[in-house]
């Protein structure tokens, strides 16, 4: 099982972009696909983006396509995801989360580690 703890979350306007950054205790995160959901206020927890460990395979939803940008580390054990052109919509805890297998998927389900999520809340 790998711990992870996310961090960047904060307050900004529409336009502006935030850094979010995800820690991994363990070394196997390296080898592991990683994801990024999030939820917003009394909806489900939706997929964002997600990639395997060398970046050849990139997933994200159509509704941050062009705006965000998934992206790690492995040497740190650390995963990131930068988000530009933020919108209110995009309000919500965002999660990071990782599989135990190489392929990134967009289902929640096949995230079997997930960190407690850092709050982005975007004023228009």
């Known amino acids: 099982q790998v711990q992870l703890v996310e961090s960047g979350g904060g307050l900004v306007q529409a336009g502006d972009s935030l850094r979010l950054s995800c820690v991994a205790s363990d070394r196997s995160f390296s080898w592991r696909a990683v994801g990024w959901f999030r939820q917003a206020p009394e909806k489900g927890r939706e997929f964002v983006a997600a990639g395997d460990w060398a970046g050849t395979t990139i997933l994200y939803s159509d509704s941050v396509q062009g705006r965000f940008t998934i992206s790690r580390d492995n040497a740190k054990n650390t995963a990131s995801l930068q988000m530009n052109n933020l919108n209110p919509d995009d309000t919500a805890v965002y999660y990071c989360?990782?599989?135990?297998?190489?392929?990134?998927?967009?289902?929640?389900?096949?995230?079997?580690?997930w960190g407690p999520g850092t709050q982005v809340t975007v004023s228009s």
């Open positions: 989360a990782a599989r135990p297998a190489v392929k990134p998927t967009t289902l929640l389900q096949d995230y079997g580690d």
